[in-house]
């Protein structure tokens, strides 16, 4: 998914819950705009304490509320809190996809041999959610969600459970990631074969000072790439 997508999913789900707080009084569009971008933020600094017993759409609705009752000039029930997250959410699912040509790109590496596993860091429900709305998981030999397990990446025993699972050694894997902090690092430490960066130049970088060994800017060139490391 590249930084175009992301962008037009952001202003779409925007536009969506804009319309719905435009209903309320004194809420004008610079307010709106200002609390979907505290929403955002609160977003970014969400942590999720599975002992708390309380769920992750419960959060993000908390979310909601605070960010609408520190921008707004007036009060904020739960009911349109909850009816702002079930916009967002709606609005967000709706949107989210693979092109034609990364399907096709994964059907054939997995034709012409390759077993195929997707790890992806993030809270179980909401990365779920996104795998179930793709349609993306029988693409896929095995799907692993970070948040199903003690340790997310770049952590190395969440590596070796992947490698279990395709019943594979680290030194005959490639990681494929967009994020260095995470993948290529967390490639690295596992000791796989080759990792690979898909570099957004539209998206703000890691601090991260791991040096993938090959980087592109689209997941579409990865055949090519496997044929050098081959």
């Known amino acids: 998914m590249d930084y175009n997508h992301v962008t037009l999913l952001r202003s779409r789900c925007d536009s969506e819950t804009g319309d719905l707080l435009r209903k309320t009084p004194g809420v004008d569009d610079v307010t709106i705009g200002r609390i ?5 933020r609160k977003l970014l600094r969400e942590t999720l304490d599975p002992e708390a017993g309380r769920s992750i759409d419960e959060v993000r609705v ?13 009060a904020c029930t739960r009911a349109l809190a909850s009816e702002c997250y079930r ?3 709606s609005s967000r699912l709706e ?4 092109s034609p040509e990364i399907r096709a790109l994964l059907r054939d590496l997995r034709t012409g041999g390759y077993k195929l596993l997707l790890l ?3 809270e179980s429900q909401t990365q779920r959610e996104k795998i179930a709305a793709t349609r993306c998981e029988d693409l896929f030999d ?3 969600v970070g948040g199903e397990h003690a340790e997310q990446k770049p952590a190395l025993s969440i590596f070796r459970h992947c490698f279990a699972l395709l019943g594979t050694e680290a030194g005959r ?3 494929v990631g967009d994020s260095l902090d995470t993948d290529i690092q967390g490639g690295s430490d596992a000791g796989v074969r080759a990792t690979v960066w898909i570099e957004n130049p539209g998206a703000p970088q890691d601090a991260c000072t791991a040096t993938p060994d090959y980087t592109t800017t689209t997941v579409l060139d990865l055949p090519g790439i496997l044929g050098r490391i081959e």
Do not use: P
């Open 36 to 40: 979907n971008e505290k929403f955002k």
């Open 62 to 74: 908390d979310h909601w509320q605070q960010s609408i009752h520190e921008e707004a000039a007036c």
């Open 87 to 89: 916009v967002w959410k």
């Open 95 to 98: 949107a989210l996809s693979l």
């Open 120 to 122: 992806t860091n993030g």
């Open 142 to 144: 095995a799907v692993v």
């Open 173 to 175: 894997c490639v990681m």
